[in-house]
């Protein structure tokens, strides 16, 4: 095969192809559209197909657009038989957790494929049957000729199905511990790491290396960096995904969010030659800066030609013309007004002078959101004046731990004995809900009066934050999107309900400034949500004549979440911090007391909220300095979004 200089570019880095998608649901529908395809051929050839699946939130677009074919367009499952990849142990299949009750939920349960043609691993043996159950198992796929697809997810450590690092290339079906990565990212799920199972039962490498066909996929920015390593790194046992390169017929399927550490994407110019606009522009100087460990205005010629960019070069003549250029754009992203400052000339300034007074929405998803992300934005937005609102979008209920709620129903218990209070209602809803938390299942759906426990709680938190801050309390909007209203980790979709509500306080304020979390790392989860719920109302009302004079007016800027930061080149607004404003920043966190010491939804990361903010708020200003500009405690960062 011939390829050209850019497809020889690609190759010097890809190991595996890649395809990338705009987002997870065009992705998912085309590799849906892969195993119709190639379960219609085999109809048409009177042959079986062999599935292998997989499970977690990865896949579940895939399965309902199978199910969508099947409904809709007639795609038949009857010829389809199926393995699943893994499942925990030791586990029940009619548990929440149960793979097997995840493969008949999402997919199953809504075609026709006939139910003793799809095998999951058994989490309900005895542990000195596993090992012949698993001979078995292999012994079933090649008795059936092999799987045809196998469909695979990636975990954050790298692992395919529960293949750990460390898991061999030869490895087979069989008993596995877990890693503590895994379970930590299951925890959330289990509602706590200590009700993670500690082991699995997984398909092994050598038996996904033979398939005929292999796609990975990949979404949000949490992969993109063990997707680069297995797509880019070296072949190793600690990246099993790595593997996957000495597979003939592999390919990554992500989105655009999965693709950010991509060497294609990451350095385009190493690649292919590429068009040098200003965003790409500033991209490449700030990464051969913070690559050489040079501040820009200390850039040569040679340093420039030396790594690729030698036609950027030529496009300025000099590095000394380009290096000031990309400089200043730097600087001019730094202001300590984010709501503008009043009779300036903002001609270079992130926004605008006037209205020196401007209506702020700042839209939390959580009700810890606000605080965490951009709270010394927050409290100087007050202080310069600005009439500052707080949307918190959810009730944030799930992210309070059971004893916490039950601590807080005693003390209202408490206080209606000690001052006399009839205590009838309280007293029965303490007694029922200590009754259930004594018997409660691990993840199980808690009753409409836990919930509401667990909101007020949060609610109060947020309330304390605002008052901190210095806002009214008739400032602070607690939305309630009905999508979030589950009370289980896996949310509905957004509706109209959720949009209408969204769009009826951007009217009512009619702001100039919108703030709201861009935080895209797991595209399933409420942030990611609650944006495009913010996205599709400002559309909507964009779209309506009547909001013309208003909504012409008013920005979006976009922060990020605890676990993340806008890469450099992305900022178009830097709010410095002092250390006073990031310890009034900390002491404003501290405010949420049900989100410390261990929360439910902890994740891999032992650090607080507010350790998190801190480091993240420092590390932003440090980049800032190693490229040559100011020394700052922290710096909060935003990006505009236009719609």
Known sequence: MTYSSANQGRARFERIPTKIFNNSQIASAAVA????????????????????????????????????????????????????????????????????????????????????NYNIPNGTLAQDQIAAFCGDYEQKIEDLGGLDFQLLGIGGNGHIGFNEPGSLENSRTRLITLDHVTRAAAAGEFQGLRNVPRKAITTGISTIMKARRIVLMGWGEGKSQIVASAVEGPITDQVPASYLQLHSNTTFVIDEACSSELTKIKTPWLVDSVEWDNAMTKKAVCHLALTLGKSILKLTDKDYNDNGMGDLLSKYGKGHDLNIDVFNQLQ?????????????????????????????????????????????????????????????????????????????????????????????????????????????????????????????????????????????????????????????????????????????????????????AGDLADPHGTHKVCLDVIFEALRRLKADPANAEWIKDCWLWLYRGAWAEWDIHEIEMAVPMSPEQVLIKRFGIWKHQSQKDGVVFQGQDAREFWQRAEERNSATAQLYNQLGLADYAAMEAFVRWHY
């Not at 038989?81 to 029940?92: K, R």
């Open 33 to 116: 559209k892969e195993i119709a395809d190639l379960i219609r051929q085999r109809q048409q050839e009177g042959r079986s197909v062999v599935l292998g699946l997989a499970t977690g939130s990865t896949p579940i677009k895939v399965y309902k657009e199978l199910i969508r074919l099947h409904k809709e367009e007639g795609l038949s499952f009857s010829n389809v038989y199926s393995f699943n990849l893994d499942e925990y142990y030791p586990m029940q299949p009619d548990s929440v957790h149960s793979y097997v009750r995840f493969m008949e939920e999402q997919l199953f349960n809504h075609v026709d494929i006939p139910k003793g």
């Open 332 to 516: 001019h992203t730094i202001t300590g007004w984010p709501g503008g400052k009043p009779k300036a000339d903002d001609t270079t300034r992130p926004e605008r002078a006037e209205p020196a007074r401007k209506r702020v929405i700042i839209f939390s998803p959580h009700p810890d959101d606000d605080i965490i992300s951009m709270g010394g934005t927050f409290q100087r937005l007050h202080d310069q004046g600005h009439d500052v609102h707080v949307g918190y979008q959810t009730s944030g209920n799930i992210a309070v731990a059971d004893d916490e709620a039950l601590r807080f129903a005693e003390f209202v218990v408490n206080f209606n004995n000690k001052f006399g209070f009839d205590n009838t209602n309280a007293g029965k809803i303490y007694s029922d809900i200590s009754s259930y938390l004594k018997a409660k299942k691990t993840a199980q759906i808690d009753p409409q009066e836990l919930r509401q426990i667990k909101g007020m709680m949060r609610v109060g938190e947020a309330k304390a934050t605002c008052r901190f801050v210095g806002i009214p309390e008739e400032n602070a909007h607690f939305m309630n999107l009905p999508f979030y209203e589950t009370g289980a980790v896996q949310k509905n979709p957004p509706t109209d309900a959720d949009i209408n509500i969204t769009m009826d306080l951007i009217k009512s304020i009619k702001p100039q400034q919108i703030f709201a």
